[in-house]
Each structure stands twice: as structure tokens, then as C-alpha cells.
């Protein structure tokens, strides 16, 4: 379970995340919306530990926020998708130089034999290999990326950035849903968007909303962050 409350990123001239609350966990998508890129992207990267906040409390699988370490444990266990200026394929790769690439991040005790070649035949992106990453349909495209960040097997916590600002709903949605639910591996996805698609009836929640999520009686005594003003945004990947 991730848990956030009134989370917040102070930016160098003004509040880059206002105080913002919500909970996902294993076997759910969350859909967060907002209505600024920057705020959305803040979000994801704070959410995933490759942005420190500034203020509220957080929690990961019932350890509460206790400063670097915790930090680099949710770094671990999570990995943001397509975040614009931050990990988006850059548009003179091929889908196969991508795929290299980014199979080069996983911690070398997975790797294996994570090679290009036969991770796409495996996967089922050989049809889409020669092409540049630009030239991607939106569905395939968020299937190939989440795809890569699933080749991480410490990956529990998938956060999308804006998919929706590739396509409709129907090109991304059911991706993550089926991610989500996965009976054999089920991930706490959180995809942030312009706005909540028509029709969703799961769980949703908006960026500056600073409600209390619910919580146990053992969560309550959750101390709040050290305040910073010096966000870190290495390790995007």
C-alpha cells in the first residue's frame, strides 16, 4: 500500500505540488488528475522517490517516511512511465535501441540475459523493433514502456505520467488495468491525467486535494517529513 497525505514540493519561486492526499494498493489503479504538466510530473516523481517533498506524510508497505533510506526503498520497488521531460523515449530512437537501453538499467543480479533481441521476440514487439519510437501507436506505446519497466522484477509500484496525452482513454486504460489486476504479479498503478476519463467508476483522486485518506488506527501516529526545498530528480528511470 502507498499512502501519501497532504503531500507537498516547494518549487524555486513558488509551490510546484500543492498539498496533495490519496492511497493505492497492490491490485489497483489510481487515476490522479490535475490540470499542469509540471504538477502532474511532480507528482509522479515524488511518488516514486525521485522527487523529495517538501512536506506531509508518506508511506510504503506499511514503513513510514523515515528520510534517505526510505527514499531509496521506494526508488526500488518503483518505476515512473513516460514522464515528459524526465524519461520519455527520445524521439531518434528505434523501438530496438530503446529496448537496449533500458534493459541496460535493470540491477545487474536480474539482468541475466536481458538481451534486446529476444526480449522483443518474447515480449512480442519484434513487429514494432525498426521503428522510431515517435512512429509508435499510443497503445503500443504504453505497452512497450510499461513493459520495460516490468523487466525490473523489484517493480511493485508503476506510476504513468499523462498517458492520456498520447491518445484516448481506450488506448491506455486497459493497460493498466490489466497491470493492475494481474493475478500473477498485481501492481499498485497510479496513472496521473488532465482529467478523469467519462465512465470511470475506480479509484480517483486530484492533485491539491489534502484530505485525509482513510487510514488504520496504526497509521495514525505517521510522523511528517523533514521539510526541503532542494527537490532531486536523478534517477528517473
Same mark, same amino acid.
Given at each position: 500500500?502507498?499512502?501519501?497525505?497532504?503531500?507537498?514540493?516547494?518549487?524555486?519561486?513558488?509551490?510546484?505540488?500543492?498539498?496533495? +492526499?490519496?492511497?493505492?494498493?497492490?491490485?489497483?489503479?489510481?487515476?490522479?488528475?490535475? #490540470?499542469?504538466?509540471?504538477?502532474?510530473?511532480?507528482?509522479?516523481?515524488? &511518488?516514486?522517490?525521485?522527487?523529495? /517533498?517538501?512536506?506531509?506524510?508518506?508511506?510504503?508497505?506499511?514503513?513510514?517516511?523515515?528520510?534517505?533510506?526510505?527514499?531509496?526503498?521506494?526508488?526500488?520497488?518503483?518505476?515512473?512511465?513516460?514522464? !515528459?521531460?524526465? #524519461?520519455?523515449?527520445?524521439?531518434?530512437?528505434?523501438?530496438?535501441?530503446?529496448?537496449?537501453?533500458?534493459?541496460?538499467?535493470?540491477?545487474?543480479? $536480474?539482468?541475466?540475459?536481458?538481451?534486446?533481441?529476444?526480449?522483443?521476440?518474447?515480449?512480442?514487439?519484434?513487429?514494432?523493433?525498426?521503428?522510431?519510437?515517435?512512429?509508435?501507436?499510443?497503445?503500443?506505446?504504453?505497452?512497450? &514502456?510499461?513493459?520495460?519497466? &516490468?523487466?525490473? !522484477?523489484? %517493480? @511493485?509500484?508503476?506510476?504513468?505520467?499523462?498517458?492520456?496525452?498520447?491518445?484516448?482513454?481506450? @488506448?491506455?486504460? !486497459?493497460? &493498466?488495468?490489466?497491470?493492475? $489486476?494481474?493475478? *500473477?504479479? !498485481?501492481?499498485?498503478?497510479?496513472?496521473?491525467?488532465?482529467?478523469?476519463?467519462?465512465?470511470?467508476?475506480?479509484?480517483?483522486? %486530484?492533485? *491539491?486535494?489534502? *484530505? +485525509?485518506? /482513510?487510514?488504520?488506527?496504526?497509521?495514525?501516529?505517521?510522523?511528517?517529513?523533514?521539510?526541503?526545498?532542494?527537490?532531486?530528480?536523478?534517477?528517473?528511470?
Amino acid at each position: 500500500m502507498l499512502r501519501v497525505q497532504q503531500l507537498s514540493v516547494n518549487g524555486r519561486r513558488d509551490e510546484l505540488l500543492p498539498a496533495t +492526499s490519496l492511497q493505492v494498493g497492490r491490485g489497483e489503479l489510481l487515476l490522479v488528475s490535475g #490540470n499542469r504538466q509540471d504538477q502532474r510530473t511532480a507528482l509522479a516523481l515524488a &511518488l516514486s522517490g525521485r522527487l523529495k /517533498p517538501s512536506g506531509g506524510r508518506f508511506e510504503w508497505d506499511g514503513s513510514e517516511w523515515e528520510g534517505s533510506t526510505r527514499i531509496k526503498t521506494l526508488r526500488q520497488a518503483s518505476a515512473v512511465v513516460d514522464s !515528459p521531460g524526465v #524519461n520519455e523515449p527520445e524521439q531518434h530512437l528505434s523501438v530496438r535501441d530503446l529496448v537496449t537501453e533500458d534493459l541496460a538499467l535493470v540491477p545487474r543480479r $536480474y539482468r541475466g540475459s536481458l538481451l534486446s533481441r529476444p526480449w522483443l521476440k518474447v515480449n512480442r514487439f519484434e513487429d514494432i523493433a525498426g521503428l522510431w519510437t515517435e512512429q509508435l501507436p499510443a497503445a503500443r506505446r504504453i505497452e512497450l &514502456l510499461t513493459a520495460l519497466a &516490468l523487466a525490473n !522484477p523489484q %517493480t @511493485d509500484l508503476l506510476v504513468v505520467d499523462s498517458p492520456d496525452r498520447h491518445g484516448d482513454p481506450a @488506448d491506455w486504460l !486497459p493497460r &493498466l488495468q490489466a497491470l493492475a $489486476y494481474d493475478a *500473477g504479479r !498485481p501492481l499498485a498503478v497510479v496513472a496521473t491525467v488532465l482529467r478523469i476519463p467519462a465512465g470511470w467508476t475506480g479509484p480517483a483522486a %486530484t492533485i *491539491g486535494t489534502a *484530505g +485525509s485518506p /482513510p487510514e488504520d488506527d496504526a497509521d495514525a501516529a505517521a510522523e511528517p517529513l523533514e521539510a526541503t526545498t532542494t527537490p532531486e530528480t536523478e534517477d528517473a528511470k
